[in-house]
């Protein structure tokens, strides 16, 4: 077998697990079209069609489902002695794929990346942004980031930060215009900035508590992003009400660019903790990985009300 086909075989089995052309392409670094040529060659090679295509989806065919379950073996053990000889190096070497979410990335990731890439620069990582909830077992991601409640239970778990709150905040400017709300019932008829989720398409509800009362309130508004630091540019410009990490706006506020409404409302988060399959024979990058992540706790500071 010659080596483009295994480039081709390669890239098919990347579409497959993907259900998409945008994703494999991002994993496998080539372009769209470059790695459509692949594909259209590889069927035409085998004289089956693999995928089926539409404007808004790709799936496998039967014999697309019946070559993705017979190579994707044989891929994953090429994956795993390649793992292994990176064990017998002089340095820890090895390449992780890590789904978090952009506040976890920022304040934990980043932070503890900074100082193990720098300890030992054979190892490279790739780290995808997505608030919603990723099979990382079907992504072919070796951990994922996620708060405490949003681990499924066959996964082992790691905390990796501490509980912190999440704040309601605005600019001074805007409640100058629109007023305070009293009690989170009250965000409905307000302009709220949501956070657009991937998964459903639709936006985050924010968690509130009091005395042992729990709701959930859908925020109200015209402006939503799928990132917090949008977010926290759009309440900063006056846009509206936004609900984030006391970390993210605690300067803000500090410095009166923002203003804390229904502090005794906010709602405490379960700490991020990094989640992986318990079958995983973890690599000396993993490894490494981990205890870098587990240096990086500290205490949560509040806000002042």
Not at 30 to 49: D, F, M, W
Not at 85 to 104: C, M, N, Q, Y
Not at 192 to 206: D, N, Y
Not at 282 to 304: D, E, H, I, N
């Amino acid at each position: 077998m010659t080596k483009d086909s295994l480039d081709d075989l390669a890239a098919f089995l990347a579409v497959a697990t993907h259900q998409s052309f945008t994703r494999a392409a991002a994993q496998l670094g080539i372009s769209q079209p470059a790695l459509s040529a692949k594909i259209t060659a590889l069927e035409a090679r085998l004289g089956v069609r693999l995928l089926t295509r539409s404007t808004r989806s790709v799936s496998t065919t039967d014999a697309g489902e019946r070559l993705a379950k017979s190579i994707r073996p044989h891929f994953d053990g090429i994956a795993a002695g390649l793992a292994e000889l990176g064990e017998l190096r002089d340095k820890p070497a090895g390449s992780l794929r890590i789904t978090s979410v952009e506040h976890a990335s920022q304040t934990i990731l980043l932070p503890a990346l900074a100082v193990l890439l720098r300890n030992y620069p054979d190892i490279t990582v790739d780290v995808f942004n997505d608030y919603g909830l990723t099979d990382i077992v079907a992504d072919r991601f070796d951990a994922g980031v996620r708060l405490g409640e949003q681990v499924a239970q066959d996964m082992i778990a790691v905390r990796i930060g501490p509980d912190f709150k999440q704040c309601v905040v605005g600019a001074p400017a805007y409640f100058k215009r629109y007023g305070k709300p009293k009690t989170p019932h009250e965000l409905t008829s307000h302009r709220c900035i949501a956070l657009r989720l991937p998964t459903s398409g639709g936006t985050w509800s924010w968690p509130f508590t009091k005395g042992g009362h729990d709701l959930k309130v859908r925020p109200g508004g015209e402006l939503a992003f799928n990132t917090v630091t949008l977010q926290l540019d759009g309440a900063l410009a006056g846009l509206g009400l936004g609900y984030m990490p006391e970390d993210v706006v605690e300067e803000h506020v500090a410095a009166g660019r923002l203003v804390r409404v229904l502090a005794d409302w906010s709602a405490p988060m379960s700490g991020y903790h990094l989640y992986y399959p318990s079958r995983r024979q973890p690599t000396s990058a993993f490894s490494l990985l981990v205890a870098a992540l587990a240096l990086r706790q500290r205490p949560s500071r509040a806000l002042p009300d």
